[in-house]
């Protein structure tokens, strides 16, 4: 997301967006009481929508190291829907339905930053690490999202109303655009429908049904498959994943991010990799985790065994400088909202408007108590620790107090850049939270469990502040009532949480990180540290390795290129990164400025290809998702051959998927340029 916004929206207020004069007040756009808001319509699709969008946005997230933001999508829905159905008055239905769905973006940010991980370490022998079951995962995103929402409401008045005008907003600006102007919904919802229909089947025939190849390797290229003898010579594997998910997401990230992800992938897959099997020539023995020496190894497993762990420091480097820089605006924000906090009794005490009033005075305070009571019960008897009382109180110590120092940040971020920097303070947490138990005499695969899951908690909830201050900006300024979006919340919280727990329990039987399905980078850079801390990986190639890539990140951070961007580049595997750039080509193809545009027509051919994007990532990742439940069935975990196994692997197979992309790329560049 941009972080850039207009200075206007259309169909809002004139001073929406520019801080108020001493005697002036903002007016939402609808002001008025008896308007339908929470009306069962709202709250089904709400649900409904935040279901969906959680399962895809962890498939996404788990499968690329890309989550996305589900508020645009179904707020063009929810807008869309109501004119088809010839709904009035729908406006602040359309906001609780987004507001209840956008549920699904920020629980599952939190949870596959974290949980998958302890998935990984239970999967080393000899880790003394559990692996976590659905009631842990689904109350751990449960705990941190509520806790982060109860955390910001206080701030609501000081974010909304004594802030308006100060910061930019730029996600709550999209998406506020989308239900004030939607006059063109109904075809919107009609193009993103058709979209992930087509991004569904076309990822169903390659992926479950096997009616061509899942990855295009270009091996069968030529006379006597030159390319593909080529690539062998030279220690290097092209690869391409063939699936209309990653162009979606690919498309919508764009070209220079893209580019970024695939340069330091391509560093990774065609400078690294041939350089360790050219260096390991001469090192005869077996180096761990390798079972055989270096030099008789394929790239793929020397990539999996050595290089890639480059990319994981990479990461977690990013991430710490992402926190040293963050710090200046860290310390404003705190002392800013301690400010505010303390002023918050100085307001005259008068009866609120509808679109002012929040909920009771106690709400805050006897929640905060309830989920503290919950989160002490939760990490005394539910992760399989007995009654460790002690670890149990200094973890939701931890808990509170870091969340209540970062959540607001969180949302600081968000406000002001649209980008939230969980992943940075979630690293520091664990080291806190790691430390801690090390002094408590919590180690080995125990430590390593209740520490993650301090983490899992603290970085939902600063993934819910974040997101919930947009949702409450949408509100302010369209004119929701505060209290009516702050209960949903809560419920939208509950079940983006389950269907995310259901997802990442469904695809940990197809695995995560280096050896699994699923690569789930920003968690195998939180295992990382989870054994830098507690010292149970002794491999020393491979943390020199670890360390170059943090040497790495501050070298590219010096040159100020994306270090995370080139570090998921790193850490995915070339399938996953090359599909995304070429979804960024296309990006750039339709979005270039043609002889003869206007600025009106540019951005409705820009508006168009990012609602087919958009579709083509939603209908595959649910595809994606379906796909890793009809697995589970051991009778079907390689799908269902249309085409026969013989015929996929070899020249048949690949140029079927060369074909369906080809296709599926003119429908992307051919399809937005139609009139929307």
């Known amino acids: 997301m941009s972080n850039t916004a207009p200075d206007e929206i259309k169909g809002l207020p004139a001073n929406a967006r520019r801080p108020l004069a001493q005697s002036e007040s903002y007016v939402p ?12 319509r709202a709250i089904l699709l709400g649900l409904v929508f935040c279901a969906i969008f959680s399962m895809a946005a962890a498939y996404l997230a788990l499968k690329l190291g890309q989550g996305i933001e589900a508020a645009i999508p179904i707020a063009i829905l929810a807008v869309g829907l109501s004119q088809m159905c010839r709904r009035k ?13 956008a549920n699904s973006s920020h629980v599952v940010s939190g949870a596959v930053f974290t949980i998958p991980a302890l998935y990984m370490l239970a999967a080393v022998p000899g880790s003394g690490v559990v692996t976590p079951s659905l009631f842990q995962v689904v109350t751990v995103s449960f705990l941190g999202g509520s806790i982060g929402i109860l955390f910001l409401i206080p701030l609501r008045h000081n974010f909304m109303v004594e802030n308006h005008g100060v910061f930019p907003w730029p996600e709550a600006t999209a998406t506020t655009e989308i239900i004030v102007t939607g006059e063109k919904a109904g075809n919107q919802a009609k193009t993103l429908a058709v979209a992930a229909l087509v991004g569904g ?4 025939l390659a992926n479950l049904f096997r009616a061509m190849a899942e990855n295009i390797r270009l091996a069968h290229i030529g006379p006597s498959e030159w390319l593909g003898r080529m690539q062998e010579k030279a220690f290097m594997r092209f690869d391409f994943l063939n699936s209309a998910a990653t162009l979606g997401i690919g498309y919508i990230i764009g070209l220079r991010y893209t580019a970024i992800i695939a340069a330091g992938s391509f560093f990774s ?16 023995g077996v180096v761990p985790p390798g079972t055989v020496p270096i030099a008789e190894m394929g790239p793929t497993v020397i990539f999996r065994d050595y290089v890639r762990i480059m990319g994981v420091g990479c990461i977690a480097g ?138 899992g908690v603290v970085c939902t909830a600063l993934a819910a502040s974040g997101a919930f201050s947009t949702d409450l900006k949408i509100g302010h300024w369209i004119g929701s009532t505060p209290a009516k979006q702050i209960g949903w919340k809560f419920v939208g919280t509950f079940v983006a949480a389950l269907f995310c727990g259901v997802a990442m329990y469904v695809m940990s039987v197809g695995g995560f990180g280096e050896s699994g399905q699923y690569t789930a980078p920003q968690a195998s850079a939180m295992k990382a540290i989870l054994e830098g801390v507690f010292s149970t990986t002794p491999q020393p190639l491979r943390w020199t390795f670890f360390a170059l890539g943090i040497v790495l990140s501050l070298v590219l951070r010096l040159t100020q290129l994306p270090a995370l961007g080139f570090a998921l580049g790193m850490y995915l595997p070339i399938e996953l990164n090359t599909p995304l750039f070429l979804g960024g080509i296309l990006s750039h193809m339709v979005n270039n400025k043609r002889a003869g545009d206007t600025e009106d027509s540019a951005k409705r051919r820009e508006n168009k290809g990012i609602l ?55 429908y992307v560049v051919k399809g937005s340029g139609r009139e929307a």
């Open 29 to 40: 756009l609808v002001p008025q009481d008896g308007v339908l808001e929470t009306t069962g």
């Open 89 to 101: 008055n729908t406006m602040l239905e359309n906001v609780i339905i987004q507001s209840i769905g």
């Open 201 to 204: 089947l076309y990822d169903g």
């Open 269 to 284: 897959t065609f400078v690294l990799v041939p350089m360790v099997h050219g260096l390991a020539q001469y090192i005869p």
């Open 318 to 455: 990013a991430g710490v400088l992402g926190v040293i820089s963050s710090l200046p605006n860290m310390m404003r924000s705190i002392v800013s909202n301690m400010r505010a906090l303390r002023h918050k009794g100085d307001r005259a005490v008068v009866a609120p408007i509808r679109t002012e009033r929040g909920m009771p005075g106690y709400f805050v305070a006897v929640g905060l108590v309830v989920f503290t009571l919950a989160t002490i019960l939760f990490f005394s008897f539910g992760i399989g620790l007995g009654s460790a009382i002690v670890p149990a109180l200094v973890g939701t110590a931890l808990v509170m107090v870091i969340s209540f120092f970062f959540a607001p940040v969180a949302a600081r971020a968000i406000a002001t850049i649209g980008t939230n920097p969980i992943s940075g303070m979630t690293m520091l947490t664990l080291l806190i939270t790691g430390f801690v138990m090390l002094q408590l005499g919590f180690s080995g695969g125990t430590g390593m469990f209740v520490t993650m899951m301090v983490g």
């Open 612 to 666: 087919i994007a958009s579709g083509l990532m939603a209908g595959g990742a649910i595809m994606g998702v379906v796909g890793a439940m009809v697995r589970m069935k051991p009778d079907w975990k390689d799908g269902f051959n249309i085409l026969p196994q013989a015929l996929l692997d070899g020249a048949p197979g690949e140029w079927l998927a060369i074909a369906g992309i080809v296709a599926l790329c003119l």
